[in-house]
């Protein structure tokens, strides 16, 4: 039973890497990837169960502390991003404007091939996002829009996404942030506008695929716009 817990956690750790892997390097769909992910938190369970039980039984415990270890750091991924999923509503397109949201320009070809248009789904997302995420909003600087658009340039470079425009002239920045696991591409863009007091800064995040977006691009937003209020 003891060695039985250690090669089921440890199976649990290979799904736990496969699901996110497989899904960057294409061999399947972001669903499968999210089932193994699924997966190996029940493996992870058994397998750290399994060898505690093991553990009393046999007092083996060098072998089954690496079994408890193994399923727990399992167990500690996917229940990390449940936890971080936590009240964030079904909808994957974030923006500081929901009345007149940024479009996408130059992104638009990247894509062509994406589950999710491009174009911003309108009052049901709006009124989801101001419930859950209130402090998303404009980004209002004592700044020249031109020294605005050239501070917005630095930091989005600083995040290293992948720019794929920067206009000055309509003061259009639009890039691509790629997610961690899984290799998500969610595209960004940024709208730099002069008011009567300085410029107004705009920011608009959409995933390309996938319903809900367990809150990251609530979080890319509210990154992005920490990085700016303090940028110089």
Do not use: C
């Amino acid at each position: 039973m003891i060695r039985t817990g250690l090669l089921i956690s440890i199976a649990g750790a290979v799904l736990l890497l496969a699901g996110p892997v497989g899904t960057r390097a294409g061999l399947w769909p972001f669903f499968v990837g999210f089932a193994l992910l699924a997966f190996s938190l029940l493996l992870g369970l058994v397998g750290a169960s399994l060898s505690l039980v093991a553990a009393f039984k046999t007092g083996q415990w060098p072998i089954a502390v690496v079994g408890i270890v193994v399923g727990l750091a399992v167990v500690s991924v996917p229940s990390a991003l449940v936890l971080s999923a936590r009240g964030a509503p079904p909808i994957h397109d974030i923006t500081t404007d929901p009345d007149d949201p940024p479009p996408f320009v130059a992104i638009l070809p990247l894509r062509a091939s994406a589950a999710n248009p491009p174009e911003y789904s309108g009052a049901e997302v709006t009124e989801q996002q101001r419930r859950a995420y209130p402090d998303i909003q404009p980004l209002l600087l004592q700044a020249d829009p031109r020294q605005a658009f050239d501070r917005a340039s630095a930091v989005v470079r600083d995040l290293g996404w992948e720019v794929v425009a920067m206009d000055r002239e309509s003061g259009r920045i639009e890039a691509v942030d790629t997610t961690f696991w899984f290799g998500f591409k969610d595209d960004v863009v940024l709208r730099v506008r002069g008011t009567p007091t300085g410029t107004r800064i705009d920011i608009r995040s959409k995933s390309r695929v996938g319903r809900g977006d367990i809150g990251t691009n609530a979080r890319r937003v509210r990154e992005l716009l920490r990085r700016l209020q303090t940028a110089s």
